[in-house]
């Protein structure tokens, strides 16, 4: 099976899948500068906080590779302002912040350089955060399979997978490697409203690459849970605090609640960049709130009546109290998550790349 890649850098621009229009068409758009990669980012063309921070690393890279600076300290200052603009663009995903950051930061510790070497190792950074993505899906693949069982029926929210990332996903990740294993999982799937980022894209992904999977509406969830059809929730993150409390797809909240009640365990998968450790709770997370029409038209067509108030926030916090395990690429944090997740953070990456 041919691998979906929603971004392909190409040294002088990047290839973004334009994910607005999946499931009817694959279509990639090209992206020449950092304002086309904000507005991928910002229009939602590509999404999801893992590849979000790719995009952004190569925008970072875009916004200075054919301007010329006299000085290393002039290549800083757009470097800081291009982070800044970039970081606009979406607010809850933690990614994003992080790989501006660390564009910013390497460029402060090279300011020693000629203008021309700053900027290879700017590429050569955004194209590691790139490799690196694929090795930290895949190690959060390797262990959720720690915690699960061949057979298990699992449950998923919006998109934390393939399209997300660049391979493998963070929550799908184990549904990948499984099924390479032939551990034969059935996924249900939420919609996902009010973007069906499941519906549109989870659906999509598993159904394409032979994955047992089935559509399920958001409002479905505590129907098939009672049934005693699932045996574990898998989510993705946006943003993790230093107590556990985790950012992830509107939704989620109500899935963490059902699965306490249900005695379901719940994970959410979460590859570093998404830890926010500054952040003692949930309660400091910006949550993003998207545009009325998500929710009173449905493709372009009104289905709700005109002047009504809308509330659209695009994410909400589960308390760490409804999560079993955040699932890592460096291994699974159990609760308290206080002291397991900064043992995580601290640890090394081995990425088998020495
Ligand atoms: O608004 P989106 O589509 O960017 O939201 C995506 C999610 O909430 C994902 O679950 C999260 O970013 C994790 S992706 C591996």
């Keep these: 099976m041919e691998v979906l890649l929603p971004l392909r850098f190409k040294g002088e621009s990047v290839l973004v899948l334009d994910q607005r229009l999946l499931p009817r068409e694959e279509k990639y758009v090209e992206r020449y500068d950092l304002e086309g990669i904000y507005e991928s980012i910002r229009s939602m063309e590509l999404r999801g906080a893992p590849l979000i921070g790719i995009a952004a690393a190569y925008g970072m890279v875009l916004?200075?590779?054919?301007?010329?600076?006299?000085?290393?300290?002039?290549?800083?200052?757009a470097v800081r302002k291009n982070a800044e603009r970039l970081n606009r663009a979406r607010p809850t995903a933690k990614n994003l912040f992080w790989a501006t950051d660390r564009l910013v930061r390497l460029v402060e510790r090279n300011i020693d350089l000629p203008v021309e070497e700053i900027i290879?190792?700017?590429?050569?950074?955004?194209?590691?955060i790139n490799e690196e993505d694929v090795e930290i899906c895949r190690n959060?693949?390797?262990?959720?399979l720690k915690v699960l069982r061949p057979g298990m029926r699992l449950l998923t929210h919006c998109n934390a997978g393939a399209l997300?990332?660049?391979?493998?996903?963070?929550?799908?990740?184990p549904m990948y490697l499984g099924q390479e294993r032939g551990w034969n999982f059935q996924v249900f799937v939420d919609e996902t409203r009010p973007y069906n980022q499941g519906a549109r894209l989870t659906a999509y992904e598993l159904h394409r690459a032979g994955i047992d999977a089935t559509l399920?509406?958001?409002?479905?969830?505590a129907?098939?849970?009672?049934?005693?059809?699932?045996d574990a929730v898998l989510v993705g993150s946006d943003r993790v605090a230093a107590n556990g409390d985790a950012a992830n797809k509107i939704g989620t909240l109500n899935l963490s609640i059902l699965a306490r009640h249900f005695g379901i365990p719940f994970y959410v998968a979460t590859p570093t960049p998404t830890l926010d450790l500054d952040l003692p709770d949930g309660s400091r997370i910006p949550i993003e709130e998207r545009d009325s029409e998500e929710i009173t038209h449905f493709q372009g067509i009104r289905v709700a009546p005109e002047g009504i108030k809308v509330f659209n926030?695009?994410?909400?916090?589960?308390?760490?109290?409804n999560i079993t395990g955040i699932v890592t690429e460096k291994g699974i944090a159990f609760p308290p998550f206080q002291s397991s997740l900064k043992a995580l953070a601290e640890a090394p990456f081995l990425t088998g790349k020495g």
């Excluded at 916004?63 to 200052?77: K, R, W, Y």
């Excluded at 997300?164 to 990740?173: L, S």
């Design 63 to 77: 916004g200075v590779q054919n301007q010329s600076f006299t000085h290393p300290i002039d290549l800083l200052e």
């Design 120 to 128: 290879y190792r700017m590429r050569a950074e955004a194209i590691k």
């Design 140 to 144: 959060i693949g390797e262990n959720f």
């Design 164 to 173: 997300a990332t660049y391979r493998y996903g963070t929550a799908t990740a």
């Design 216 to 221: 399920i509406c958001d409002n479905m969830a």
């Design 223 to 230: 129907m098939v849970m009672s049934k005693g059809w699932v």
């Design 313 to 321: 926030p695009a994410f909400d916090v589960s308390p760490h109290e």
